[in-house]
């Protein structure tokens, strides 16, 4: 089995930057796609940015500009910056990844269990 388990998520004022990371452990032999969902109260979850191992880059619209993605494969990690934060992006935020496990000729996805960030007005 895998585990995520994301970290970083606060309290902020609008206008500041948080970073969240997200590790992934378990019997991986490789991750492809890393990413960070946020679901906000009432509404929907949504893609916020994903990486595929090979650095490709995805953003909502929202936060281009705004968010960075970045990954460290040798420690199966990943991280988002996230910068000049607004009160819109408070959600709790869930790290998601397609993991391939020892053994396995597929890949699944896994879900973390969710870490807040709160912006203040």
């Known amino acids: 089995q895998v585990q995520l388990v994301e970290s970083g998520g606060d309290l902020v004022q609008a206008g500041g930057s948080l970073r969240l990371s997200c590790a992934a452990s378990?019997?991986?032999?490789?991750?492809?796609?890393m990413g960070w969902y946020r679901q906000a109260p009432g509404k929907q979850r949504e893609l916020v940015a994903r990486?595929?191992?090979?650095?490709?880059?995805n953003f909502v619209d929202s936060v281009k500009g705004r968010f960075t993605i970045s990954r460290d494969n040798a420690k199966n990690t990943v991280y988002l910056q996230m910068n000049s934060l607004k009160p819109e992006d408070t959600a709790v935020y869930y790290c998601?990844?397609?993991?391939?496990?020892?053994?396995?000729?597929?890949?699944?996805?896994?879900w973390g269990q969710g870490t807040q960030v709160t912006v203040s007005s």
């Open positions: 998601n990844a397609d993991v391939e496990l020892t053994g396995d000729s597929y890949s699944s996805y896994y």
């Open positions: 990486i595929t191992g090979g650095g490709r880059i």
């Open positions: 378990g019997s991986i032999n490789s991750i492809n796609i």
